[in-house]
């Protein structure tokens, strides 16, 4: 399995900001935008969850370029959640995988850690 991207450290970007640094980590990895639009919806649900838990697990697919994946909550501490996507696309041979640390700020809001 190849490592696409280790754990990702990023402080003070807005949603925006951290939805587009996202895409552009992912750019490379043969995912389309609607593949990351489907990633960063299923993600999100998972770690906005109240009742979030390590061990909590979300899939996706787009049929239209093929690709798909799995993401798993590997960890939450201290209002951060460590979630890792496993997924494959017909751009690339076998799995990739990619693992992010999102946190809860004071104000609500999430971002990348």
Not at 48 to 70: H, I, L, M, Y
């Amino acid at each position: 399995m190849r490592s696409l991207l280790s754990l990702l450290v990023f402080v003070g970007l807005s949603g925006m900001a951290q939805a587009q640094s996202v895409a552009v980590m992912l750019g490379d990895s043969g995912l389309t935008p609607d593949d990351i639009k489907a990633v960063l919806a299923e993600s999100e649900a998972l770690y906005t969850n109240p009742e979030v838990q390590a061990g909590d697990k979300s899939t996706w697919q787009n049929e239209a370029s093929g690709a798909s994946g799995s993401i798993e909550v590997t960890g939450v501490e201290e209002g951060c959640v460590l979630i890792k996507h496993i997924f494959e696309t017909k751009e690339k041979a076998g799995q990739q995988r990619a693992e992010f640390k999102r946190c809860k700020r004071a104000d609500g809001l999430w971002q990348l850690e």
